[in-house]
């Protein structure tokens, strides 16, 4: 919390930061809800309600006792979440219909651009965010009509119980079936992730990856020619990856950050590594023509304020951007995150620009790296 | 089927050069007027519009086609499609086939129990089923550490996350659609007709080969056509037990749809999907005549069905002197193999679904094999959540609906397509069956935009409208394979004897074609209360289901709490068959 904001409530000073202490000592959930609410601001206080989405699962699970809720003891406005397995397709099915039925939704990376052009979003209203909300959230993750929720980061995860703590240490090691033997997993629908890490594999370095050019495409497949026979499951669904681990399915795989630590919350022997993790970002943004706009604008102020994002990534695994968060989280939390300066510096952050730029031929650069990927598949 | 437009075709060319036409319309084809307009309102409007976006409308191209033929991998995918579908139709037939004749003629406990076997895969969740599989098949699973026991072989065998999981898995759930339509059309078989056959002298085997068999083909058809269809719109379980390679053209539509947004191209691959498989079926009925076995044939081709009947007959005779004079070498099984064996398949089937129920008493927070402890949790977890109480209900609603609409809509249809001897015949069954061929998420796309116009999205029964499309088909071709041995002279006598068209359906249809009505409002239930993708269009987040709690589960959590929404939804299947059972029974004696 910053210093502005205690101005906005001068009576409230000392008992805030005393409670505040609590909280971050505390870590649990009520008490941050509790913390909030004593001190919503006016800025934020409505009526009414707010249509959002979410993908369902425990991720809604999270956002409900960790966001949704706070947020209508402190402001007032009842959320009304709707969930889907994807965002994208509805959103651009409402705008086509000219009924867009939502007030926010979640945006992937590589579809934000298409959609950003077809003016399906209204900007961000950062004027009702807390200075320290503005501090904390880096710029580059601030665009004027989204801002980043979370970054998700497809990493290493591998079996604690085969190799300790001197498993794999980079994709190098991933390929390396000498010394590191045993069954692999690795993620089937999508061509990105798979090309990065053979490329990494194959000496190329972090820096160099992007954009995926056909020279590069070429090199990450043949690389992918010699682990393919050592990959048992090419899995589809995100708690595969956990779940096979744990069957012994495989030794090591790809995985979401986010599944790898539910599962060891939740005592499962995985360990991360955050060596050449792909990390791409979801944007929250607020839909053009939405039943409920100047509301939505204030969730999504409200959930970039640090303790409410450090409650939601405790609850979630999904750390939000606010950097200010991590004073907030359990220490051995922090090593989990793709947030935690030590692992953000180990990661290759996907070029989502490029993904979604046209070629001459009218494809997306996506659409052809997944019709050469279909093809490797299908071969 | 589709190649009824054939020979239909050809009879239209031929009835044009005959100055009268024998055929006329009869009152029945009123019938088909209420579900023609359902679907063309619900399924060929949007699919029109689906039409123009796969032409790139407004910007007219051929782009989107062009480019499927551009990149090989599309067909290879496509022809992975078709070989898939055809492995799993051809397995489970041989499969399905012994469980249908046992479930038919077999005693009332027994057939209950065939009855539970078959239908209890279907309601396994897909990702509980999918480890029930690892439990069995996988690496150090309960068969390969028989076959390493037994010393039978030195390395665990790979049976899963390749072709074989595939087919295994999906024929595993699909046996209902092969076995029910069968086991319908079965049941209305004669078989005093068996008796005399055996008491002319044909030995049981050669009975079975010229009596019994021809006589279930319909059922067969409807049975091999349903489950063809359904095999080419799986996505979810050749992905989660495949191989790299075990691609569907489905899998790569949805991507196109849900991932990147390509509705053009996704609808220009959708559209080849459509074209493909009606001109397979076509093909196909040039070597079956799936018209006439459907029950289609009445006396619309005499000229060209004579011959083939002749045939046919030849044929048969054939079957049964090679039949009698097998049987002398053979050791006699009596009635009792078949039986045996439908049982062991039963057992079969089971086994996944006994592993999930035990699996959903796990104390542990994963699927683990052996459960470390048991515990209730799964169930406290599931009964407690508002949020999976309120899908349950939400569920059963649409489900309902969409299931009365349907088995009502595809009932009238069916008897307006055996009965109603009108022209074009061919246009309405191309119509029924497409909704199936087409993959659900294009579909449902297209329903969207039709919804929002009446402001029916988000709604139960718009959500319930789209399934009903679905259901349809499943319904008509059901109740039409049952239909061809409805003799029409029962109802003559009744209205020759002062009753009224509804006393003549009520007392003499109905009860006749009540079991067909049965499993076809059963299967109109379960393609809706299964459904994952309508919903996530036509309910637009407000409408949340089981099935799709279910998948959210399995997309991101690997919590065992859906072994035991699965575990009640087997448990409550297997109360409905047993109290149908047992009331059926007390109306017979």
New interface residues.
Partial sequence: MTESKDRSFPGAGLSRRTLLRAATAAMAIPAIAWATTAFAQDKLSGKGEVVV?S??????QALRKSVFEPFTKATGITVVD?????A???V???N??G?V??DTAFVQAQ?YP??HAAGMFVPIDYSLWDDESLKGVPEANRLNDAVVMYGSAMLLAYDERVFGANGPKSWADFWDVKAYPG?RGLY??AAKHNLEFALMADGVAKSDIWPLTDDKIDRALKKLDEI?PH????W?????A???L????FVMTNAFD??VI??IN???KIRMVWEGAHVNYTYWTVLKGGPNNANAQKLIAFINKATIASGFTQASGFPGPNRNQLQHLPSNLVPLLSISPENASKVVIEDSAWLAAKRPD???N??HI??RW??W??? | MAGKMISLATNAAAEASRPPPRVRPTGWAWLLLPGSIFLTVLFVMPLLGLLLLSLGMPDWTL?HFL?IGD????A??LG?TLEISLSVTALAFVFGYPIAYVLTTGGPTLRTFLLIAVVLPYFTSV?ART?AW?VLL???GVINEILLQLGLVSQPVTM??NRVGVIIGMTHIIMPLMILPMSTVMSSIDQRLLRAARASGASSLAAFLTIFLPLSLPGVIAGVLLVFIYCLGFYITP??LG???D?TITM?IS?Q???????NFGAALSMVLLVGVLAILWIGSRFFPIEQLLGFSDGKSGSDAAPRRQLGTRWLMHVGSAANTLDRWLPSMGGRGVVILASFLAVLLLLPVLIVAYLSFSSS?????PVPGYSLGNYQAYLSDTLWMSATFASIRVALMAAGMATVLGAMLAFGLSRGRIRGRSAIVALVLSPIIMPTVIVA?AT??LL??VGL??TEFGLALGHAVHAIPFVVVIVVANLRDLNPAYERAARSLGAGPLATFRTIIAPLVMPAFIVAAFFAFLTSFDD?VYV??L????V?TLP??M?????????PTISAVATLQMAFAAIVIIIGAVLGRRRNT
């Fill in positions: 989405y993908p369902g699962g425990s991720l809604t709707v969930t889907a397995d994807f994208e397709p509805q651009k099915a409402m086509q219909a009924r039925d939502w579809n298409d959609m069954p089937a629908p393919k990959v048992t499951k090419w589809t669904a995100g708690g595969e956990p779940q096979l744990l069957n012994r399915e986010g599944r539910a599962a939740q005592g499962a009218g494809k997306t996506l659409d997944q019709e279909l093809a598949r299908a071969k | 782009a480019r990149s090989p991998a599309y290879t995918v992975t990702l480890f690892i996988g690496r150090g899963l996350y992905a989660l191989g790299l390679s691609l790569e991507a749809v849900v991932d990147r947004l390509n509705w927070p994963y699927f683990v094999f796309v969207y935009f929002v116009r999205q988000g994952v996530l269009f309910g637009i987040g407000k949340t799709m709690r998948w959210e589960g399995i997309k991101q959590d690997i919590s």
